[in-house]
């Protein structure tokens, strides 16, 4: 059921400035945070990691979540009425293997219906769902990623054009492998280093599939933004050099320049330099999740706990708190121009390697229906991107993070990042009702055509 929306949009005094033609303008979501109808796939990782007491925060589990597997046409509804150009979902792996293919039949209706509504669809082919038994740790899981892409790319490339390989490899990474807070809940510390290459060798395989599948249109959503130093002291200033390596510089690098920044090739598994060579086959485009810069200092021998995730005493740097800046529910401050950082940082860095670049991310979770701090963010967001385009960096989309509130991992339901509600106190209904921002943002959508 969709219940009528919240407030009407607020009047916009500054209206967004126009982003150049043909720009592609979204929302996103993932399989496991919103499908349910595990009976309906295969088990995966997180199914697992959440039926370990104390995992999620809340006890929840993402056995329904919002029930999109049952209710994706009232989902498609609701992108319609928000007049999105593009919707970034992903495909559940773990759907795709169940059964005789009856999993990769949902996707199969999915994209009938988002054609059907002139929305175009936008795959994630990985978003941290790996079917249970499979571990990254191992070479061959990339080799069976590239068999699941090349499957989905069978049965839907007639009607998708545009692919994304993989969600956020680093907080797959750092979390799940490192840090031990989410699936499969690992803490390895600098031992995950391989999962971060087998995933990137994923990636280039992946590419490889889509291209044989005749795709033209491929590109990864990589999660990156500023590291800032907490002070100019010496060892303030290196621990945050070596954290924009392991975020940003780990996962772009290989990608865009062809090889591991300083050190690090060296602790990777195999024959790195062949690897590379499949890592850095040529995307159409870079996707880009930003959500907030990250302050980084020295070391400060305790355990720290920041934005819901214990940090070792043992890692070779702290992260702080960003002061005088509004946080979200997640405690994640709102600092939009770190967008326009990040990216006249990377055109900087990167120059003509890098591709035309998409934001495949962007949101914040707060509680409510008249969600002006929504508003506020993406209002800002926007601005930043902008400012971004006019300093000379090709961006070429925008999708916000999240179409429906959702499974946060290892939040569960307490953390709201939707455009629209849902309803998880009535779970027979679901009930999904639009925010203030939904309203917001049909509204500037409409001002942009
Ligand atoms: O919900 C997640 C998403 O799955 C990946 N990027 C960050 C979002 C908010 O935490």
Redesign the pocket.
């Known amino acids: 059921m969709i219940r009528r929306m919240a407030t009407e949009s607020r009047d916009a005094a500054h209206p967004i400035p126009r982003f150049p033609a043909g720009f592609l303008w979204g929302v996103s979501t993932?399989a496991h945070?919103i499908e349910g109808a595990v009976d309906e796939r295969e088990p995966s990782v997180w199914d697992a990691f959440t039926a370990e007491p104390g995992r999620v925060k809340d006890g929840s589990t993402a056995a329904v979540a919002c029930d999109h597997y049952h209710r994706y046409g009232e989902d498609v509804a609701l992108l319609a009425g928000l007049g999105v150009d593009a919707y970034r979902f992903s495909v559940s792996w773990p759907r795709v293997r169940f059964g005789d293919g009856s999993g990769l039949d949902f996707y199969d209706r999915l994209v009938d219906e988002l054609c059907a509504a002139g929305v175009r669809p936008v795959p994630t082919l990985f978003?941290?769902d790996l079917p249970a038994g499979l571990d990254w740790l191992d070479r061959d899981t990339a080799a069976r990623f590239a068999d699941h892409v090349a499957r989905v790319a069978d049965r839907l490339g007639d009607r998708v054009g545009k692919w994304i390989t993989l969600?956020?490899p680093a907080?797959h990474t750092l979390l799940g492998h490192a840090l031990g807070v989410h699936a499969p809940g690992r803490k390895l510390l600098f031992d995950a280093l391989p999962v971060a290459h087998h995933q990137l060798l994923a990636h280039g395989l992946a590419v490889r599939a889509l291209r044989a599948a005749g795709a033209t249109d491929i590109g990864i959503a990589n999660?990156h933004g500023p590291v800032w130093p907490a002070s100019r002291e010496p060892a303030d200033l290196e621990a945050a050099a070596f954290y924009d390596l392991l975020l940003n510089r780990l996962f772009a690098e290989p990608l865009l320049l062809g090889r591991y920044p300083e050190g690090l090739g060296e602790l990777m598994p195999g024959d790195v330099e062949s690897d590379l060579k499949v890592i850095a086959e040529p995307v159409d485009w870079y996707g880009v999740?930003y959500?907030a810069p990250t302050k980084v200092g020295a070391p400060q021998g305790t355990e720290i706990e920041f934005g819901g995730v214990v940090m070792p005493a043992e890692l070779p740097f702290s992260v702080r708190q960003i002061e005088g800046r509004p946080v979200t529910d997640f405690g994640w401050p709102v600092v939009p121009e770190g967008l326009t950082e990040v990216l006249t940082t990377f055109h900087e860095r990167y120059g003509d390697r890098l591709p035309p670049v998409v934001i495949t991310?962007n949101?914040c979770s707060y509680e409510g229906l008249d969600d002006q701090d929504r508003i506020a963010y993406l209002d800002g967001h926007l601005r930043a991107l902008h400012r971004a385009v006019e300093a000379g960096v090709d961006v070429r989309g925008y999708f916000v993070?999240?179409l429906l509130d959702n499974f946060?991992?290892a939040e569960g339901y307490a953390r709201r990042?939707g455009l629209v509600h849902v309803d998880f106190e009535d779970p027979a209904a679901l009930t999904r009702t639009p925010k203030a921002s939904y309203a917001w943002f049909r509204d500037m959508l409409r001002s942009q055509r």
């Open positions: 993932s945070q978003h941290w969600n956020e907080e999660s999740n959500y991310e949101g993070w999240s946060e991992w990042f």
